[in-house]
């Protein structure tokens, strides 16, 4: 069932850079190595409810129903774009104590955790990527479909990790240089922007 296939491709899907990445790597640069961990977790967190909807058939609901999706996914974009307005706002994020500023470890997990929970594509993409692996045979799909999952939300995990670690590698050449700063404050809330803008412009 956990076949190298499925490992390469959940790979090569974990490592695309997207809303998770982007919000991971920008907490790792601006609020330090742990408070990276704890975006990876909440955005690890946010696959759950696209499971469940997954197992419990929502998903073929959503995708059927435009006015299901279409209030998800406007809701995703109004979020992102929250998140694009905030980061340029934000000038106090590049602090050099290491600490995670003004944001608690909740909230760093809270940001995450909706910013996948309110991506439509995700569920859909369960639904169509998962059963792909799942043998026609299997006497206990269910389970086949959990283990994968698990699978797949820790390889989520470990990739995002390393994102914001590899992040806060540059964190010292960024502290340095108030030019650099800006030019990441703009361009992460150009990127959240982009995202929101996309997925705005984007069908079932």
Same mark, same amino acid.
């Given at each position: ?15 695309? &850079?997207? $809303? ?18 704890? *975006? ?8 759950? #409810? ?17 006015? %299901? ?16 307005? *905030? ?32 991506? &439509? ?9 998962? #059963?792909?692996?799942?043998? #026609?045979?299997?006497?206990? #799909? ?13 390889? $989520? ?25 800006? %030019? ?8 959240? %922007? %982009? ?10």
């Amino acid at each position: 069932m956990i076949t190298l296939e499925f490992l390469l491709t959940s790979l090569v899907v974990v490592l695309i &850079p997207g $809303t998770g990445v982007v919000y991971t790597v920008s907490t790792g640069l601006t609020r330090g190595r742990r408070a990276s961990i704890f *975006a990876a977790l909440g955005c690890t967190a946010g696959i759950l #409810p696209h499971l469940v909807a997954t197992i419990l058939g929502l998903a073929a609901v959503m995708h059927t129903s435009a006015l %299901a999706f279409q209030i998800l996914k406007y809701a995703g974009v109004a979020y992102l774009l929250y998140l694009a307005f *905030a980061t340029w706002r934000d000038r106090s994020a590049f602090s050099v104590d290491g600490s995670m500023s003004k944001t608690s470890a909740i909230g760093l997990i809270g940001k995450a955790f909706l910013l996948n929970i309110l991506n &439509p594509k995700l569920t859909i993409f369960f639904l169509a990527f998962l #059963p792909q692996f799942i043998d #026609p045979a299997s006497t206990r #799909p269910l389970i086949d479909l959990h283990v994968l999952s698990l699978v797949f939300m820790a390889m $989520t995990f470990v990739v995002f990790v390393i994102y914001g670690f590899l992040a806060y590698g540059f964190r010292q050449f960024v502290i340095e240089s108030a030019r650099v700063q800006s %030019a990441l404050r703009y361009g992460f809330a150009s990127a959240f %922007a %982009a995202l929101g803008a996309r997925l705005a412009a984007s069908e079932r």
